[in-house]
């Protein structure tokens, strides 16, 4: 979405919403307070109230009735499982990301893991892969399906060291609002794994297949993720 046509409130929960994540807002600090707001960014009270709303309702703020907008614990999630996605979770400074197959418009795999609408399979999807590393090791290698309905100019984004969640959530306001996962251990046999991974073969890895809900009605999307996690555990808060 053109930075011209995003609505007033998205453009400020976009900003609080930085400003949190990165730390600028911490746990139990006050946001400016409405009036503050309006006369920083130069908008309506309402515009205003609707971007608190937002931030409020994804649990990033709690209102409380003659204090003002108190920061929040980041939503819950269980490490790179979490709603907020995997770079909200480690943080930038510590994740980088290298796309590996650039995006690309292709028919959904014959053997595909979740059962797909009559739609999805009409119109294919994009599929792309990338690996991830913590601390400069590969720990993650995920492959992702998006079903290719209005997504313009998604083929041509260049992923790298990028967070799919926001690109989706700045640019098509698609939110991630749960979903379901399985994981299991297997033995690393596949060639391309054991390479991106920098690991032997029959090494273990953590294999976890996701299916992402987002505000758009039945519109999900899906990816499956090989986990080294020899040096790296992954953690659960709720």
């Not at 309402?46 to 709690?62: M, Q, Y």
């Not at 209005?150 to 260049?158: E, K």
Request: charged share 25%.
């Amino acid at each position: 979405m053109e930075e011209k046509s995003v609505p007033h409130y998205r453009r400020l929960y976009e900003q609080l919403r930085k400003g949190i994540v990165d730390g600028i807002y911490k746990e139990g600090d006050l946001l400016p307070s409405e009036n503050e707001l309006c006369a920083l960014h130069n908008l309506t009270r309402p515009t205003v109230r609707k971007a608190l709303d937002l931030l409020a309702h994804e649990g990033f703020i709690k209102k409380q009735q003659g204090l003002g907008s108190i920061v929040h614990k980041l939503p819950k999630g269980i490490g790179i499982l979490s709603i907020a996605g995997t770079t909200t979770a480690i943080g930038k400074k510590n994740l980088k990301t290298t796309t590996v197959v650039r995006p690309r418009v292709q028919n959904w795999p014959s053997d595909f893991f979740f059962a797909l609408s009559d739609e999805f399979k009409t119109v294919g999807c994009i599929y792309f892969e990338r690996v991830r590393f913590v601390n400069d090791h590969p720990i993650f290698y995920e492959q992702t399906y998006l079903p290719n309905i209005n997504l313009p100019r998604f083929t041509s984004r260049n992923l790298d060291n990028k967070s799919l969640f926001d690109l989706l959530r700045q640019n098509y306001q698609l939110e991630i609002k749960g979903g379901e996962q399985y994981l299991k251990a297997i033995e690393a046999v596949d060639e391309k794994i054991c390479e991106y991974l920098n690991i032997r073969t029959g090494q273990p890895v953590l294999y976890l297949s996701r299916k992402l809900e987002t505000n758009r009605i039945n519109f999900s999307f899906f990816s499956f993720m090989y986990c080294n996690t020899s040096d790296f555990s992954l953690y659960g808060v709720f």
